[in-house]
């Protein structure tokens, strides 16, 4: 399984491209006024990797220590009769249902969208949940992050929404 971090390769002649354009004056002057785009940081991402492979390996300790302690996760649905319910769920609680052991708890995802400013991060990604082989469910994360000064980067929200159709992984 390929996951994406929302980085597309390049061919030799953009990259000379690129290079070219970075010393030509003006115009690269004129593209560095505004403020900054959005940037993608691979070590947002990693906090969230650590989380999944967490839930893989079924290690509690490992889930919980990708989160701030005073970190939420809440979970949104449409249940039979169209009606969004929302559940929340003490990240300890989630944590220890993790390290009970069984059967790997797997969470592939596709095309991050990372937004960064300062020592906040937000990450949107589509994913699909597996219990060992088994499909479960489908639905998009909402990761919000704090960068600690002595911790680094942590989850303080984790915000999913949960439906069993319109799956299909995203193309690209």
């Given amino acids: 399984m390929r996951w994406t971090y929302g980085l597309k390769r390049v061919g ?8 070219l354009l970075a010393g030509a ?9 505004g403020p900054p ?5 691979a070590e947002v991402l990693a906090v969230v990797d650590r989380l999944f ?30 009606e969004p319910q929302v559940t929340f769920t003490q990240v300890a ?7 009970q052991g069984g059967d790997p708890w797997n969470e592939p995802y596709w095309d991050p969208m990372v937004q960064i400013d300062g020592a906040l991060a937000q990450v949107w990604i589509f994913y699909r949940f597996y219990v060992g082989e088994s499909f479960s469910h489908c639905g998009h994360n909402a990761i919000q992050m704090v960068k600690d000064a002595a911790r ?6 984790l915000v999913d929404s949960r439906r069993t159709t319109d799956c299909d992984a995203p193309a690209g």
Wanted: charged share 25%.
């Fill in 37 to 41: 785009a959005p940037s993608f940081d």
């Fill in 93 to 99: 609680d989630f944590a220890a249902a993790v390290g």
């Fill in 25 to 33: 004056g003006p115009l690269a002057a004129q593209e560095s006024d």
């Fill in 152 to 157: 680094g980067w942590e989850i303080v929200s």
């Fill in 12 to 19: 030799p002649s953009i990259l000379i491209l690129g290079v």
């Fill in 53 to 82: 492979d967490g839930m893989r390996a079924r290690d509690g300790d490992r889930v919980l220590a990708a989160f701030h302690p005073e970190a939420r996760l809440v979970s949104t649905r449409i249940d039979d009769d169209g």
